[in-house]
């Protein structure tokens, strides 16, 4: 079968940070992303790796191991804004469909 | 603005009744990809278009499920006979082949089938 596992809920302070943790297994692997999903609206992209190691961009970094079928991603200095459904997906193949999981709630508190 | 629109928003439909989605895609992006999302769970795949040619269609598309997009531009996701577990969000999104690796969604239908 194909599994896509990540946790359902996460809490944390503004602030801090927050590290949700993705599995893998697929019948293929050609990169893996990472969307943001308010309430109510549409994913945005927020990452994407293809390669072993750390992508970095602002607040947010997101690491991959190909051989563990395993990425987290990393949110830091936390804000209220950063409340959402965070999604983990997976490019099997080259064509470019998306396999979700089915998102880690993050709950930021005051 | 420049990015993925989906019309209508909201769709309200009794059991039975026949409903159409539109995708306005970003101009010049080639792929085309349609989601459905339930309440609780990350968007399904439900099949995907190159320019006009629809090149996979999703085991969940039943045969009461249709989708087109004749000039290679926008799409259009048709349900035939309306059930109640078709209620769900109908997300759209395209992406530049060449450029870019990104899909960017649209902001979805809501489809609620009483």
């Known amino acids: 079968g194909q599994n896509i596992d990540q946790p359902t809920e996460m809490t944390a302070t503004e602030g801090a940070i927050v590290q949700i943790n993705c599995t893998y297994q697929?019948?293929?692997?050609?990169?893996l992303f990472w969307y943001q999903q308010h309430a109510g609206e549409a994913p945005t992209f927020l990452s994407y790796n293809v390669l072993d190691g750390l992508e970095e961009k602002g607040r947010f970094s997101s690491f991959l191991s190909r051989s563990k079928g395993y990425s987290y991603l990393l949110l830091k200095e936390l804000q209220m804004k950063d409340s959402a459904s965070y999604l983990c997906a997976v490019k099997p193949d080259s064509w470019g469909k998306l396999q979700f999981g089915a998102g880690t709630q993050v709950v930021v508190t005051p | 603005d420049t990015g993925v629109s989906q019309d209508p928003r909201h769709k309200i439909t009794k059991r039975g009744q026949n409903v159409t989605f539109r995708c306005d895609p970003i101009?010049?992006?080639?792929?085309l990809y349609w989601y459905r999302q339930t309440l609780g769970q990350g968007p399904e795949f439900l099949t995907y278009?190159?320019?006009?040619?629809?090149?996979?269609k999703s085991r969940l598309l039943s045969d009461r499920f249709s989708a087109e997009r004749p000039k290679g531009s926008f799409s259009t996701l048709e349900i035939q006979r309306t059930e109640q577990g078709d209620s769900a969000m109908y997300l759209c999104?395209?992406?530049?082949?060449?450029?870019?690796?990104?899909?960017?969604f649209g902001p979805g239908t809501r489809l609620t089938v009483t």
């Open positions: 999104a395209s992406r530049q082949v060449i450029s870019s690796y990104e899909q960017y």
């Open positions: 101009s010049e992006h080639n792929r």
């Open positions: 697929t019948s293929g692997f050609n990169g």
């Open positions: 278009f190159q320019n006009e040619a629809q090149l996979e």
